[in-house]
């Protein structure tokens, strides 16, 4: 059974600094493609940032230069760093797996986000 689980959401101020995790299990993490997206209140969900297996990285223009994708396949997991929030940041934030970035397969339940101006 295919597992992603997310962690590391919460309040944090205008400015200010989270890093969400993703743990993968009943996959073969190192070949699968992995990618963080968000869903704002209202709004559909979008991609914030993919890595591919290789390890190359894919952003949003909306988070370039704020926002850091990796990926550590020892241990089965998925990270993106947020820096410099901003109040427009705030939504649930998903893992995702898939074969390739353009074909995400499976799918956590999300982590809040939410930042205060």
């Known amino acids: 059974q295919v597992q992603l689980v997310e962690s590391g959401g919460g309040l944090v101020q205008a400015g200010g600094s989270l890093r969400l995790s993703c743990a993968a299990s009943g996959i073969r993490f190192s070949i699968n493609a992995m990618g963080w997206y968000r869903q704002a209140p209202g709004k559909q969900r979008d991609v914030v940032a993919r890595?591919?297996?290789?390890?190359?990285?894919i952003y949003a223009d909306s988070v370039k230069g704020r926002f850091t994708i990796s990926r550590d396949n020892a241990k089965n997991t998925v990270y993106l760093q947020m820096n410099s929030l901003k109040a427009e940041d705030t939504a649930v934030y998903y893992c995702a797996a898939g074969p390739f970035i353009a074909t995400m397969r499976y799918w956590g339940q999300g982590t809040q986000v939410t930042v205060s101006s």
């Open positions: 890595i591919t297996i290789g390890g190359s990285t």
